[in-house]
């Protein structure tokens, strides 16, 4: 038999995918696990309101830590992540929701907010070639001042019906805002991904010289990737205004939601250097970071201890890729 | 189609490019037909790779024209020029590490479904052109960080070649390919020449050049100094129009070799790493220089890194003056009482920090010495750094400057100068003379035999036999990560060199085995 | 090959970026006092200097690890855990107000250790470990005080430390800061130490070929910067008289403003002390005028302040913080 036609091998094609996706899968696993022990462990069992409010809460920092990930893999950082949730929620609590027409124009609304904050680090960052830890940190001052502007106090309503849809559960207990989750990657994040503007910005993130030497058009894919991540941190503003019926300018809300993103991307597998991991895995990650603090609550951890053992946690899961330097043969591979 | 009827199909014109103050390019003309390979040759820093940056488009030129097909153009960027037929396959800056092969093939222009990439019909494509280029071994899901190089480099073929190009520019594309990867590249390039490409290709490699090129053109400064028919012109007469001036060995002569009985400098016994070291034992006294020779990837440079102390769980030994070392790092190595130095392979990223100045940069190594109890002592240390300078005659603007505005001999001067300043007993250096002018690699010859003279055991890792020839008075041919077979003396000649090299694979230099490293004085 | 001493050379040699940094601090200067003559009062002045002197504690300290290419955002909570522990150890036993200032310290030193340990050895990167020592470190602090706000009160030599004017009439703070900041500059340019933080930040492969213990050096540096957090935090409780929650968090994007507007760059391997000493004047300066400053005809909150503070930042950087296009 001379068949020598097939050139390359069909089977064997999932190690490829699962080496690419590694971490996402981990996060997954990781997640499923807690939440399996959370819900077992909760006094009133695996039923539909624990569920629904456990998502609730996941699925805000699993917007901003998408958002978070649309930076960061442009090897980027963005530190305003926080500051333009909470400005979309102020915005969000000023806006008119008396009837559907004015309900949807805010939601308009809010959302182009965000996708100006975004597009305006994209600019400092690309035009101003400012490096973006540094914008971010002064952008993310100027957004919460915008956001203190629009509400001094908290305050403010929303479009009750709305946020009741929102909040709440879909026949056989799904919850309404992982539904939306869904539906938000599905419409942004997967398109995303596979078009040309996914495929240059994971370049730009892992070798920007060698995207550059391949003629790929880097600004815009850096600028479309801010400019995403400020529509989802406005997707996540709008949520939480659904969730409190309120607006409030806390600065130490913004943070936490910065840093926690942070935190929630690492967990989900995506790497701080760029070109790698995935908006999937963020989104494990935040709910890893979410339900290791309702663990501990249900396992009647004294709430005192409670941060400690987060911390500690948290730090534990990040020194976990540190087991690789075990094999590493030449020291020269530990410089990055 | 023949292009010389209607001229040629791209011609570079007066083009002119400086950095800073240096004059990349000078008047530069080349004429580039298609159904034709090209070839181009010239020293490191004659103007080879600013020309080629031009072309496609990655800089622009501060003076003259190019024309494409009789009509005038310029390229505002890489993409432009692509879109104009001009691709260029680099050594292994144009792939990115985290995506696919298939995605890297098809990185600018996939095909798309609906507006988004379409894997499989990508996927197809690239197998397709992955088959073309000679690499169907070759996955196109997994990712290039996975790849070895010479495994990159077909890759790279294949994405130019999906571009259908009309001129193909190969820059030094084969210098990490096996001698089977060469062949096959080689049958690819000329059936390209036989459907009408046009071919560039910029090597130093004169025999790969002689095979494949139809015309040759000689670049020294910046500047076109002959473009004549392939065969037209011996070695010699090339080599003398790359560096300009008569062409003679610039080697310091070689002491008679006497036997010694006295505790080698350095001496190696039973030295094994991650199966890329296997068992090597050697010596090396004060006053020699021991050459590393063989094929490229034999082990020669992990052998040098062992040595410094930078590979973890090595086995065997290693002794200083007779007495056991455990190294390990180099901060250990450089020890007064091991007193090793390294001059590392690429001194831009390990020598050198190059936005520090040449102060910083020299004093690196022997803060230690120059400084009691911590703190630097100036006075000693612009001693030492104005003697260094002196010594190697290391051209610089004064010390303050920035040693990234060096000439790469300079650098590597310095490179070298800040190791001495260490006062070394044993010199590792890997590879030293790659990519440096023909004036500073006789100078560093020079160098090194004095060091010799003054008690240093040096150890000399080189991809050019010229080099193994002329400076050591042992040469180590390595094979496999184990030493092959010892040379000496007069028994140092480039065809011993070159058939033990060979001869140690058994003989299989056609499958698997790298190629020949350069052949030929110029590299 | 000695440089002439003459005074253009002198600021030839002048890094433009901390030129430019003390430049826009004279505009503030001058838009202070047109705004109110007392502005440029020898009191408001040293009552500025006094303010600036923590923020300066903990730039110094971040300088050396920016330098390094790292970051440490375990700033916030390592300050408060200086607060804390030392006004908890004025009240352990007859030592205790001897040693109330050097335990705070220590436990900086401490956690500074632990984050050198997780950045140089675990090879992590530093924004994701810092900011896990962050929690951790709030973790304990919060464990320690039951969530409360301490009682533990300040010895008074913390609080003379923090407020007292026991040399020419100069707060003691702006002392503590002259002697860090002499001790920073001396490490810097006369020791090993400071030469390998440059070599390291620039390139760290080749400083470590070079034979330089770079794990070590990192190490050290992110103990110091443990250490002065630790010793601000100790002056800010002395200051205030008590430790309380969260009272290092204002602090964290301050501090990395002001070593990035006095011209370090964030990559790492380039900077001087005199910058970071421009930029903390600088940030203190305009935090000061922005919460004074009054207009007749405007009502400017703290809205208004944030706005003005972020835009001015992402100015000054753009006039000399860019960094270099990516082609040729």
Redesign the interface.
């Given at each position: 038999m001379t068949d020598r036609a097939l050139p390359v091998a069909h089977g064997g094609d999932w190690r490829f995918w699962l080496g690419e996706h590694r971490g996402t899968l981990l996060a997954l696993g990781v997640f499923i696990l807690m939440f399996a022990l959370y819900t077992g462990n909760h006094p009133a069992g695996f039923n539909a309101d624990v569920v629904t409010t456990a998502a609730n809460k996941g699925v805000l920092l699993a917007l901003v830590a998408v958002a978070q990930t649309f930076v960061v893999v442009t090897s980027g950082i963005d530190l305003s992540v926080g500051a333009i949730f909470v400005l979309c929620n102020c915005v969000a609590s000023r806006m008119f929701w008396e009837t559907g027409l004015e309900s949807a124009a805010s939601v308009i609304i809010v959302l182009l907010t965000g996708l100006a904050c975004g597009a305006l680090n994209g600019l400092i960052v690309i035009y101003g070639r400012l490096q973006p830890i540094v914008t971010t940190i002064a952008t993310g001052a100027v957004f919460f001042g915008i956001a203190l502007l629009f509400r001094e106090s908290p305050g403010g309503d929303v479009n009750e019906d709305l946020a009741d849809f929102m909040t709440n559960q879909f026949p056989g207990g799904i919850p309404a805002s992982a539904v939306a989750l869904f539906v938000v990657m599905l419409v942004i994040w997967t398109p995303f991904r596979r078009s040309m503007l996914g495929r240059v910005v994971y370049a730009v993130g892992s070798a920007e010289q060698a995207a550059y030497m391949s003629g790929l058009q880097i600004r815009r894919a850096k600028f479309a990737a801010y400019a995403l991540s400020g529509l989802l941190c406005a997707i996540g503003g709008l949520f939480i205004t659904f969730v409190t019926y309120t607006g409030e300018a806390s600065l130490d809300n913004a943070n936490a939601y910065t840093l926690n993103s942070i935190a929630a991307v690492v967990l989900g597998g995506v790497s701080l250097f760029g070109g790698r991991g995935s908006a999937v895995g963020a989104i494990f990650g935040a709910l890893i970071f979410r339900t290791i603090g309702d663990l501990l609550f249900v396992f009647d951890l004294d709430p005192l201890w409670q941060p400690l053992f987060l911390g500690i946690v948290l730090l534990v899961s990040v020194c976990l890729g540190s087991f690789r330097l075990i094999r590493i043969r030449n020291r020269l591979d530990l410089f990055g | 189609m023949d292009g010389s009827a209607t001229g040629p199909l791209f011609r570079m014109e007066g083009v002119s490019k400086r950095?800073g103050g240096v004059n990349a390019l000078t008047g530069a003309d080349l004429a580039v037909e298609a159904g034709r390979i090209h070839g181009v040759l010239g020293e490191n820093g004659a103007g080879k790779s600013t020309l080629m940056?031009i072309m496609t488009g990655?800089?622009r030129p501060d003076e003259g024209r190019m024309t494409l097909d009789g009509r005038a153009v310029t390229f505002a960027?890489?993409?432009a020029a692509?879109a104009a037929g001009i691709v260029c396959i680099?050594q292994e800056?144009?792939?990115?590490?985290?995506?696919?092969v298939a995605?890297n093939i098809c990185?600018?222009n996939?095909p798309?479904r609906f507006?988004?990439?379409d894997?499989r019909t990508q996927r197809r494509i690239a197998?397709e052109a992955?088959?073309r280029a000679g690499g169907?071994d070759?996955?196109?899901?997994?990712?290039i960080k996975d790849l070895p190089l010479s495994r990159r480099q077909l890759v790279e073929i294949a994405k130019a070649l999906v571009r259908n190009p009309r001129i193909l520019i190969l820059d030094e594309a084969t210098s990490a390919l096996t001698a089977a990867d060469v062949r096959k590249v080689f049958s690819v390039l000329k059936r390209l020449r036989q459907e009408g490409l046009a071919l560039l290709y910029i090597s130093h490699r004169m025999a790969e050049i002689a095979e494949l090129a139809d015309e040759c053109t000689v670049f020294r400064n910046g500047r076109n100094v002959g473009t004549f028919k392939s065969g037209t012109k011996t070695d010699t007469e090339i080599v003398e129009l790359m560096i300009g001036r008569e062409y003679s060995h610039a080697f310091p002569p070689k002491p008679a070799p006497k036997a010694s009985t006295e505790t080698p400098a350095l001496e190696v016994r039973n030295l094994s790493?991650?199966n890329r070291l296997k068992d090597i034992s050697l010596t090396a006294r004060a006053g020699e220089i021991v050459g590393l020779g063989g094929l490229d990837g034999q082990g020669q440079r992990?052998l040098l890194?062992a040595l410094f102390g930078?590979?973890?769980?090595t086995t065997g030994e290693v002794l200083i003056d007779g007495k056991k070392c455990n190294l390990s790092?180099?901060?250990d190595?450089?020890q007064g009482h091991v007193g090793m130095a390294?001059i590392?392979e690429d001194r831009k990223?390990?020598?050198?920090?190059?936005?520090?100045s040449v102060r910083?940069n020299l004093?690196?190594?022997s803060?230690?010495r120059l400084?009691k109890g911590?703190?630097?002592d100036r006075a000693a240390e612009?001693r030492a750094?104005?003697e260094m300078i002196a010594l190697l005659q290391i051209k610089t603007d004064?010390?303050?400057v920035a040693v990234g505005t060096l000439s790469g001999g300079n650098q590597q001067k310095i490179v070298i100068a800040?190791w001495l300043m260490?006062k070394p007993k044993v010199i590792l250096l890997n590879d030293p003379t790659r990519g440096i002018d023909v004036g500073t690699k006789a100078e560093i010859y020079q160098l090194l035999r004095k060091l010799a003279d003054q008690g240093a055991a040096i150890l000399f890792y080189s991809t050019d036999y010229d080099e193994l020839v002329g400076c050591c008075d042992r040469v180590l041919v390595l094979y496999d990560g184990a030493v092959g077979r010892v040379l000496s003396g007069a028994e140092i000649t480039e065809r011993a060199l070159v058939s033990s090299a060979l001869n140690l694979g058994g003989g299989h230099a056609e499958d698997g085995t790298p190629a020949l490293a350069g052949a030929g004085a110029a590299r | 090959m000695s440089n002439a001493g003459s005074a253009t050379s002198v600021l030839r040699k002048i890094d433009p970026a901390v030129l430019t940094a003390f430049g826009c601090i004279v505009v503030l200067l001058l838009l202070a006092a047109a705004l109110n003559e007392n502005f440029l009062s020898p009191d408001y002045l040293l009552a500025q200097l006094q303010v600036a002197s923590f923020l300066a504690l903990m730039s110094t300290g971040m300088m050396l690890v920016i330098l390094l290419g790292q970051i440490d955002l375990s700033l916030p909570w390592i300050i408060t855990v200086g607060g804390m522990m030392s006004t908890a150890a004025a009240g352990w036993g007859p030592w205790g107000p001897v040693i109330a200032i050097p335990v705070g310290v220590l436990c900086g030193v401490v956690f500074g250790i632990i984050n050198g340990i997780g950045v140089a050895y675990l090879r992590v990167p530093s924004m994701i470990f810092t900011l896990g020592i962050n929690a951790v470190a709030q973790g304990f602090m919060i464990v320690r005080t039951g969530g409360a706000a301490p009682q533990d009160m300040a010895t008074d030599s913390m609080h003379d430390l923090a407020t007292g004017r026991l040399i020419l009439g100069i707060p003691n703070p702006v002392w503590v800061w002259v002697v860090v900041g002499a001790a920073m500059v001396f490490l810097m340019r006369r020791t090993i130490f400071g030469r390998a933080v440059y070599a390291i930040g620039n390139r760290e492969i080749a400083a470590y070929l070079s034979g330089i213990r770079t794990q070590r050096v990192m190490l050290a540096a992110f103990a110091i910067s443990g250490g002065l957090a630790a010793l601000a935090g100790t002056l800010l409780a002395g200051y205030s008289t008590k430790a309380y929650q969260g009272m290092g968090n204002p602090y964290l994007l301050p501090a990395i403003a002001a070593v990035v507007l006095g011209g370090t760059s964030i990559l790492g391997g380039r900077g001087t002390y005199l910058g970071t000493v421009a930029g903390v004047i600088l940030i203190t300066l305009l935090q000061s005028i922005l919460s004074v400053v009054r207009v007749p005809w405007f009502e400017i909150t703290e809205a208004h302040r944030q706005i003005v503070y972020g835009v001015v930042i992402v100015a000054m950087l753009l006039l000399y913080g860019r960094g270099a296009k990516v082609a040729a």
């Open positions: - | 950095y940056k990655v800089v960027s890489p993409a692509n680099f800056l144009s792939l990115v590490p985290d995506l696919s995605d990185i600018s996939p798309r507006g988004l990439i894997g197998e992955l088959a169907e070759i996955h196109p899901l997994a990712p790493w991650n992990e890194l930078v590979l973890r769980s790092g180099p901060s190595a450089k390294l590392p990223t390990e020598g050198l920090m190059l936005p520090m910083d004093s690196m190594a803060l230690g400084s911590g703190l630097v612009n750094i104005d004064g010390t303050s800040k260490t | -």
